[in-house]
């Protein structure tokens, strides 16, 4: 039963993962998290998402390892973060915008509260990163790293 939940629960978000994925907001985050619910439910799927998970924490570790990357990622997010208010408040489109009206901040106010919430979610993954994974941050050892130690690798 408990498998049948996963199944189901991974693919839906795999699938609105691939609906929001045009779509300023969390579209890339739904699909990751759908994966990681998949590889949960389904051994197959866990040893294919394996070597991803081990590049995903080099490449988080990477974007952490020193305080001007860190800042780079926090401020990256941060831009997330700010151009989601900028959906929110809605401005008329500029003298130069060339385009439709209709195509100046597409999706309306929930673009915007998607997009401040990725951006909330990044700065909380840069500092769990910078935490975790850095070069002064004790590491676990063997296969899953920081993942089996977080309890988050393997069904």
Do not use: C, F, N
């Amino acid at each position: 039963m408990r498998s049948r939940l996963l199944l189901v629960l991974g693919w839906g978000l795999v699938l609105l993962g691939v609906v929001l994925y045009p779509l300023p907001g969390p579209g890339l985050l739904a699909l990751a998290a759908g994966v990681h619910v998949l590889a949960r439910a389904d051994e197959r799927v866990a040893a294919r998402l394996a070597p991803w998970r081990e590049r995903g924490l080099r490449a988080a570790a990477r974007s952490v390892a020193t305080w001007p990357r860190t800042l780079a990622s926090l401020l990256g997010t941060t831009a997330l973060a700010a151009a989601g208010v900028l959906w929110l408040v809605d401005p008329a489109p500029p003298s130069w915008w060339g385009l439709p009206g209709w195509a100046w901040l597409p999706g309306g106010t929930w673009s915007g509260v998607a997009q401040i919430a990725s951006g909330a979610l990044g700065v909380a993954l840069v500092l769990w990163s910078r935490a975790r994974l850095s070069s002064t941050a004790p590491r676990p050892r063997g296969p899953g790293g920081a993942w089996k130690a977080l309890g988050w690798w393997g069904p």
